[in-house]
């Protein structure tokens, strides 16, 4: 993301479809705002970063166990040149998305949906788990599944009331509505596997929050 994945999304246009090479290796990222934004610029492009380097992380689920760690790396470092920093640049650089007025707050074509199809793709490619369908898969280790969904509410918190880039009127709302969106979903896995299963599970409401 230093050394060239901010600067194709968020470099100066080129035909809409990635930025140029004027911030290459965080060249002109300083501590000073952009033209007419009050964030510092080296605040905002490290915020990008924080986006650059979760998605990733996202698409992970859909091979687990079957790539190997250093695959794992050399995928994350080609889908982020060549997926994500074009895409980010679509949307919120000023690209052809952008121009025909794309909307996307905190993630929602850049993050999710990328790393959706992506992990769609990686799944079909690879093929099912060893014992998929046969074996009953539970979670090996429930309190670092409730730790891992309690660092995602809590971070998902920076991301999306964070993308109101101020703190203002716009980020207490993507505060609340994210912290009842976790809330809700929470529940409503609770309910669901009360009814199904007849006792409610904290994996399944750990599940539904996420």
């Not at 698409?59 to 982020?80: Q, Y």
């Not at 429930?142 to 660092?151: D, E, K």
């Not at 995602?152 to 009127?169: H, M, P, Q, V």
Request: glycine letters at 18%; one cysteine or more; proline letters at 3%.
């Amino acid at each position: 993301w230093v050394l060239w994945g901010y600067t194709i999304a968020f470099g100066d246009d080129k035909g809409g479809l990635f930025g140029g090479l004027n911030y290459l290796g965080f060249d002109g990222v300083t501590g000073d705002p952009l033209d007419g934004s009050t964030i510092p610029h080296a605040a905002f492009a490290v915020f990008q970063m924080m986006f650059a380097i979760i998605t990733p992380a996202l698409i992970s689920g859909a091979f687990a166990e079957r790539k190997k760690f250093s695959a794992f790396v050399l995928f994350s470092l080609a889908w982020s040149t060549f997926i994500y920093s074009p895409l980010a640049h679509w949307v919120w650089g000023g690209g052809w998305l952008f121009e025909r007025g794309a909307l996307d707050f905190a993630g929602g074509t850049v993050v999710h949906l990328s790393s959706g199809v992506s992990a769609l793709v990686c799944a079909i490619v690879l093929g099912k788990r060893t014992g998929f369908g046969k074996d009953e898969m539970e979670p090996h280790n429930v309190p670092y599944t409730i730790l891992g969904a309690a660092l995602l509410w809590f971070g998902w918190f920076g991301f999306n009331a964070g993308s109101a880039l101020g703190a203002n009127g716009q980020a207490a709302m993507a505060f609340l509505v994210t912290n009842i969106a976790g809330a809700a979903g929470g529940l409503g896995w609770l309910g669901y596997s009360w009814i199904v299963k007849g006792k409610p599970s904290v994996v399944g409401g750990v599940a539904g929050a996420v």
